[in-house]
């Protein structure tokens, strides 16, 4: 199975911040990566897909890059509405598997 | 416009079986691949299955070989999940997921129902 590794499992930053948030993949997936953002008790939406691909509807404040083993997930100008947990996920190979989670909070 | 709503969870014993369904609405069902996803509590998120849009194609995580099977009617436009012999590490909040039109190679899950917990415990 591929691992997924984010990073920081956690982070705390002020509106307007720049966050970013990183995964490495256990082997090559090629961009086959997508990332998702799951506020408390919703269920998960989907932001970026082929790594760096926005989703339509998805505002442009969110951006990703990296192939093969690793990733990275940008939140330009962080916004209060922005507090939630973010998810890697690859589709290279079954199963897919999801990295741990990055919860981002507001300092 | 797009919506997924599952139902079916609930408390069950171990080694008891339950079914989930997620009926579908606002798109050509029978179009998409389909998939199950879920969250233990408080923890990160697992695929568990996906089935093709014809039903034929079906994949599962190993944990859940031989007790899960992800089923689908295209004409009710609902998909489900049989979930024989639960265990303990079953527990989880279950998320239908659609996956969505982005190329052979691509899996993208673009909408999500709200989800339904199943508890497995005595």
């Known amino acids: 199975d591929i691992q997924m590794t984010q990073s920081p499992s956690s982070l705390s930053a002020s509106v307007g911040d720049r966050v970013t948030i990183a995964c490495q993949a256990s082997?090559?997936?090629?961009?086959?990566l997508s990332w998702y953002q799951q506020k408390p008790g919703k269920a998960p939406k989907l932001l970026i897909y082929?790594?760096?691909n926005l989703e339509t509807g998805v505002p442009s404040r969110f951006t990703g890059s990296g192939s093969g083993t690793d990733f990275i997930f940008i939140i330009s100008s962080l916004q209060p509405e922005d507090i939630a947990s973010y998810y890697c996920?690859?589709?290279?190979?079954?199963?897919?598997?999801f990295g741990g989670g990055t919860k981002v909070e507001m300092k | 416009q797009v919506h997924l709503v599952e139902s079916g969870g609930g408390l069950v014993k171990p080694g008891g079986s339950l079914r989930l369904s997620c009926a579908a609405s606002g798109f050509t069902f029978s179009d998409y691949y389909m998939s199950w996803i879920r969250q233990a509590p408080g923890k990160g998120l697992e695929w568990v299955s996906y089935i093709s849009s014809s039903g034929l194609n079906i994949h599962y995580v190993d944990s859940v070989k031989g007790r899960f099977t992800i089923s689908r009617d295209n004409a009710k436009n609902s998909l489900y999940l049989q979930m024989n012999s639960l265990r303990a590490e079953d527990t989880a909040v279950y998320y239908c997921?659609?996956?969505?039109?982005?190329?052979?190679?691509?899996?993208?899950?673009?909408?999500w129902g709200q989800g339904t917990l199943v508890t497995v415990s005595s």
């Open positions: 082929g790594a760096s």
């Open positions: 082997q090559d997936i090629s961009n086959y």
């Open positions: 997921a659609r996956v969505g039109h982005c190329g052979d190679d691509c899996t993208k899950f673009d909408y």
């Open positions: 996920q690859q589709y290279d190979n079954l199963p897919l598997t």
